[in-house]
């Protein structure tokens, strides 16, 4: 890689709880990063396990710096906290990390090289297809490359996993002054900003292994029973599934309507709109304004649109 293109200062953003089991490898891999001008910020959200211990051993070797106040926020706003804190840094990148993954040596150095060629006037977001391993790092699978990234995606679903997202400054910027109070998961909102306002950089390469384990926060799943009972439980159990796109895209529309390109507010107004009439659900899910990455996921969510469950 050009040099050139792959300088600036970056901050890595780890959010843990809980996270001791595997919180070494993740770090050493931070470590090894062959990207010279990384920082690393840490936050414990309310762990009762000794990660808080070895993160204060490793601040005190200055190897990352722990912000204060462990109380449990839930990732989204854990992360979100830390990101207002890197937008108030002189970082020139800001990228989200996982307590139990292991980084590829180049994985910051490359999301850099390709986001180095959006104008830096441009919110830009780099994000990447995934090594799915064990609690071993033994390989299970790879994510799929999506067929199709853009703002209609975007309202209904998200392909940008949180740990391999990197945001140069105008993403940074944008986001952290646009932070709502409540979204479905942090890295979805991240995606929805930067497809409507800027670009998404997909990386089909998979710089980081992700693990897969019984105590997993947040994980994609290697499996296809294991996602299946997840979309089920999410969307017809006694939760608030049926509101999860839909609220998040009205928070949206509230903060950005100004801004959203003439055709994008079109698709959102639609969307929010029809889950006030059955004449308009009937025409959204007809249409081809949003859509989610495999035919079947796509089906369902038409289906999903027609009972008002989004």
Known sequence: M????????????????????YLRQQLDSLYGQTHPEIRIWVRDDGSSDSTQAMLEGEQAQGRLTLLGGGNNLGPAQSFFKLLKNAAATEADYVAFCDQDDVWDTDKVERAISMLARVPADIPAMYCSRLELVDENLCHLAYTET???????????????????????????????????????????????????????????????????????????????????????????????????????????????????????????????RAKSSLRLRLQLAMSGDVWRQKRADDVLLRLLILMNRY
């Open 146 to 272: 999506p067929r199709k990234i853009g703002f209609g995606n975007a309202l209904v679903e998200s392909v940008a996993v949180g740990c391999t997202m990197v945001l140069n400054r105008k993403a940074v910027d944008l986001i952290a002054s646009n932070l709502p109070d409540r979204v479905v998961i942090h890295d979805w909102w991240c995606y929805l900003v930067v497809s409507c306002l800027g670009e998404v950089v997909f990386d089909k390469s998979a710089p980081i292994k992700y693990r897969q384990h019984e105590t997993n926060t947040i994980g994609v799943g290697a499996g296809w029973l294991a996602r299946l009972s997840r979309k089920w439980h999410r969307f017809f159990g006694a939760g608030d599934g049926r509101r999860w796109m839909s609220g998040q895209a009205a928070v949206f529309q509230a903060r950005f309507q100004d801004a959203i390109p003439l055709p994008d507010r079109q698709c959102l107004d639609a969307f929010v």
């Open 2 to 21: 050009n040099r050139a293109q792959t300088a600036g200062k970056i901050a890595v953003l780890l959010s843990t709880y809980n996270g001791s089991k």
